[in-house]
């Protein structure tokens, strides 16, 4: 044996036991004729003491940063103890030791604060694994698949394994492809998802699916995205949306009860796509705190139904707001007291090019019970409280105010909202509110393309409601410009997503289960009969006998994990993650392939520029 013990197990109790330890040195420090090292493994960190009498042995086989060593003596109480580490109270008082393997110089510090930047800790990954902060995200990334899996077999769900190496399932994104040697000229698709297999598997009747699974896609990464991830794919035969809803918020639930002690007892809440638009301008609204947009101007063909303060800004004359689509003010708590810097410094970061806007109106509603604004010339004293009253803002507030087209305001004016929130301390780590986003539109107007798109993916149901909707229509748009007004534009789909603190964690709809409707779906989509067969043949044909009403969900397992661990990024929560370009700089990979393979492959390269 190796060892008696981990580096992270011994405590006062076991003082006078002789034991052996084996780990790696984090630290070497010479007093005098003694020797201290701390000695890591994944369990923890036990302080050895090597006395005067093993300093021969020492000169000859000199310790160094990260070499592993083994180490046998007895359990000693410390003089010094240390609070801050849970084997603190004792030492090992070195008898005999080995070097089982030497290591160069790491190029960073092995420790909680690292001296490596983010290049140099991705190349080294195996390195920065060993720290402590790594190690606890991908402890907590088990602990929530382990309860996800205790949480699923309790429920009657069965793991089932999909195929990686298939045809296109549309999920949005472009497909990574594979070669087939066997089938020379042809091409896999690795799974975007196992969306066609999950409601194959539901034909088939395993009536409950699921599976933690990697799905890919080729898309340009924004900071948070990953081309590889995980989902935790679901799907369940014979249900209805609530049934689905019910079944995955008390997934979510146990979940924060197993891994953070967290008992999140109240009822998820519910909002509509259309009003989470409205009230926070983004469908995966952060409702840990208010700050709600207030619509003073916007399109009448958009929020139909809304009536609320349309004309507040109205009819003075003030440029800005007259030519807008749409006008939105935030009221901030507690900020009247700005100073010209501070207006200007969020000035300047409306105008950045990630917001776009073209600049920032603000209402000071000072303490004393007057207003300040920054368009005063246009606005009598009168007509600014009755915005900043209409945007809720009291005594001590300070209303911010976009202008300008309605996608691009709205999208801002969100932003804003996030930015002022995180600001202020509103979004707390430690902090979770959970929504469902209810009732999307089925249909996204392509605009180059003059067609619809499926929000979700093609195989998302219409409400039962707007099913004649679909049935009924032609879905070719003679109007472009009037997209909106074709009926299409109207269809709610039976689809939901799961909000966490405004990150979009989960979702997923009722599916179509009836051939016809997905024939109908699929030319709605602009594909005629030929192709509909040539893509999804196999699903159409297996509606065909006997597929049960379904519907399932799946959600980012990588993205889950970094919320409940506090962190922005899901690359802390990955082994081995790939940078903004989709690189692995650990494997250089992508890298280009020998040309054997190539002849293999029957392929000749042809790199356009
Ligand atoms: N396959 C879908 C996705 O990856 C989820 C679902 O509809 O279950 O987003």
């Given at each position: 044996?190796?060892?008696?013990?981990t580096c992270?197990e011994?405590?006062?109790?076991?003082v006078?036991?002789e034991v052996?330890?084996a780990g790696?040195?984090?630290?070497?420090?010479?007093?005098?004729?003694?020797?201290?090292v701390?000695?890591?493994?994944?369990y923890?960190?036990t302080q050895l003491?090597?006395s005067e009498?093993?300093?021969a042995?020492?000169?000859?086989?000199?310790l160094?940063r990260e070499?592993?060593?083994?180490?046998?003596g007895?359990v000693?109480?410390?003089?010094?103890?240390n609070?801050n580490?849970?084997t603190?109270?004792v030492e090992?008082?070195?008898e005999?030791?080995?070097i089982?393997?030497k290591?160069?110089?790491p190029?960073?510090?092995?420790?909680?604060?690292?001296?490596?930047?983010?290049?140099?800790?991705?190349?080294y990954?195996y390195?920065?694994?060993r720290?402590?902060?790594?190690?606890?995200?991908l402890?907590l990334?088990y602990?929530?698949?382990?309860?996800?899996?205790?949480?699923?077999?309790q429920?009657n769900?069965?793991d089932?394994?999909?195929p990686f190496l298939?045809?296109s399932?549309?999920?949005?994104?472009?497909?990574?492809?594979v070669?087939?040697?066997?089938?020379p000229g042809?091409?896999?698709?690795?799974?975007q998802s196992p969306q066609?297999?999950?409601?194959l598997l539901m034909?088939?009747g395993?009536?409950?699916?699921y599976?933690?699974?990697?799905?890919?896609?080729?898309?340009d990464?924004r900071?948070?995205?990953q081309?590889?991830?995980?989902?935790?794919d679901?799907?369940?035969a014979?249900?209805?949306?609530?049934d689905?809803l019910?079944?995955f918020e008390n997934?979510?639930?146990?979940i924060f009860?197993t891994?953070?002690?967290?008992d999140?007892?109240?009822?998820v809440?519910r909002?509509?796509?259309q009003e989470?638009?409205?009230q926070?301008?983004?469908d995966?609204?952060d409702?840990r705190?208010g700050?709600?947009l207030l619509n003073?101007k916007?399109?009448r063909?958009v929020f139909a139904?809304k009536?609320e303060n349309a004309?507040?800004v109205?009819?003075?004359?003030?440029q800005?707001?007259?030519a807008?689509?749409t006008?939105?003010?935030?009221a901030?708590?507690g900020?009247?007291e700005?100073?010209r810097?501070q207006?200007?410094?969020?000035t300047?970061?409306v105008?950045r090019?990630?917001?776009?806007?073209?600049?920032?109106?603000?209402i000071?509603c000072n303490?004393?019970?007057t207003?300040?604004?920054?368009?005063?010339?246009f606005?009598s004293e009168?007509k600014?409280?009755a915005i900043?009253d209409?945007a809720?803002?009291?005594a001590?507030?300070?209303?911010?105010?976009l202008?300008?087209a309605?996608?691009?305001t709205?999208k801002?004016?969100s932003?804003?909202?996030?930015?002022m929130?995180k600001?202020?301390?509103?979004?707390k780590d430690d902090?979770f509110k959970?929504?469902?986003?209810l009732?999307?539109?089925?249909f996204e107007?392509?605009?180059?393309?003059?067609?619809?798109?499926?929000r979700?993916h093609?195989f998302t149901s219409p409400k039962p409601?707007?099913?004649?909707?679909m049935?009924n229509?032609?879905?070719?748009?003679?109007?472009?410009a009037?997209y909106?007004?074709h009926p299409?534009?109207?269809?709610k789909?039976?689809a939901?997503?799961?909000v966490?603190?405004?990150n979009?964690?989960?979702?997923?709809s009722?599916?179509?289960?009836q051939?016809?409707l997905?024939q109908k779906?699929?030319e709605?989509?602009g594909m005629?009969?030929?192709?509909q067969q040539?893509?999804?043949?196999f699903?159409?044909?297996?509606?065909?006998?006997?597929?049960p009403?379904?519907?399932g969900?799946a959600?980012?397992f990588?993205?889950?994990?970094?919320i409940?661990?506090?962190s922005e990024?899901?690359?802390?929560?990955?082994a081995f993650?790939k940078n903004n370009?989709?690189?692995?700089v650990?494997?250089d990979?992508?890298?280009?392939?020998?040309d054997?393979?190539f002849?293999?492959?029957?392929?000749k390269l042809?790199?356009?520029d």
């Amino acid at each position: 044996m190796f060892r008696t013990h981990t580096c992270g197990e011994l405590r006062a109790a076991d003082v006078n036991q002789e034991v052996t330890l084996a780990g790696w040195v984090q630290t070497v420090r010479k007093f005098g004729s003694i020797t201290f090292v701390d000695l890591r493994d994944r369990y923890g960190i036990t302080q050895l003491l090597f006395s005067e009498a093993l300093n021969a042995q020492l000169d000859e086989n000199p310790l160094g940063r990260e070499f592993v060593l083994q180490a046998t003596g007895k359990v000693n109480e410390r003089s010094n103890k240390n609070k801050n580490i849970p084997t603190g109270d004792v030492e090992l008082l070195v008898e005999s030791f080995t070097i089982l393997n030497k290591s160069v110089t790491p190029p960073f510090t092995i420790q909680d604060d690292t001296d490596g930047g983010d290049d140099l800790r991705m190349k080294y990954r195996y390195l920065d694994l060993r720290r402590n902060a790594v190690k606890k995200n991908l402890e907590l990334r088990y602990a929530v698949n382990r309860a996800t899996r205790d949480y699923l077999h309790q429920q009657n769900f069965m793991d089932i394994e999909t195929p990686f190496l298939i045809k296109s399932t549309p999920e949005g994104a472009r497909d990574f492809v594979v070669p087939s040697r066997m089938n020379p000229g042809e091409f896999y698709a690795l799974p975007q998802s196992p969306q066609t297999f999950k409601q194959l598997l539901m034909v088939s009747g395993y009536d409950r699916y699921y599976q933690i699974v990697k799905c890919f896609r080729d898309e340009d990464l924004r900071a948070d995205r990953q081309p590889e991830f995980t989902q935790i794919d679901c799907e369940m035969a014979f249900v209805k949306q609530e049934d689905v809803l019910n079944m995955f918020e008390n997934l979510i639930k146990y979940i924060f009860k197993t891994v953070k002690g967290i008992d999140y007892s109240e009822a998820v809440e519910r909002m509509s796509w259309q009003e989470a638009m409205w009230q926070y301008g983004n469908d995966k609204p952060d409702i840990r705190f208010g700050m709600k947009l207030l619509n003073i101007k916007y399109p009448r063909h958009v929020f139909a139904d809304k009536e609320e303060n349309a004309h507040l800004v109205d009819g003075a004359d003030f440029q800005v707001f007259d030519a807008a689509e749409t006008v939105i003010a935030i009221a901030v708590p507690g900020c009247s007291e700005y100073t010209r810097k501070q207006t200007d410094e969020l000035t300047e970061w409306v105008k950045r090019p990630q917001i776009g806007m073209k600049g920032l109106v603000f209402i000071k509603c000072n303490a004393d019970g007057t207003y300040k604004s920054s368009v005063d010339k246009f606005y009598s004293e009168e007509k600014l409280k009755a915005i900043a009253d209409a945007a809720g803002a009291k005594a001590g507030d300070l209303v911010l105010i976009l202008a300008g087209a309605e996608e691009r305001t709205r999208k801002a004016t969100s932003e804003l909202r996030l930015e002022m929130g995180k600001r202020l301390g509103f979004r707390k780590d430690d902090e979770f509110k959970l929504l469902w986003v209810l009732d999307f539109p089925l249909f996204e107007y392509a605009e180059e393309e003059n067609r619809w798109v499926a929000r979700h993916h093609p195989f998302t149901s219409p409400k039962p409601s707007d099913i004649d909707t679909m049935i009924n229509n032609n879905p070719a748009i003679e109007n472009a410009a009037e997209y909106l007004k074709h009926p299409y534009a109207n269809i709610k789909a039976n689809a939901y997503d799961m909000v966490l603190n405004g990150n979009e964690i989960g979702g997923g709809s009722i599916r179509i289960y009836q051939k016809e409707l997905q024939q109908k779906m699929f030319e709605a989509l602009g594909m005629d009969a030929e192709e509909q067969q040539h893509k999804f043949g196999f699903l159409l044909g297996a509606f065909e006998y006997g597929a049960p009403p379904h519907g399932g969900i799946a959600f980012g397992f990588d993205r889950l994990c970094s919320i409940m661990g506090g962190s922005e990024s899901i690359r802390d929560f990955i082994a081995f993650p790939k940078n903004n370009s989709g690189r692995d700089v650990m494997l250089d990979a992508p890298s280009a392939i020998d040309d054997k393979q190539f002849t293999e492959l029957q392929i000749k390269l042809d790199l356009k520029d």
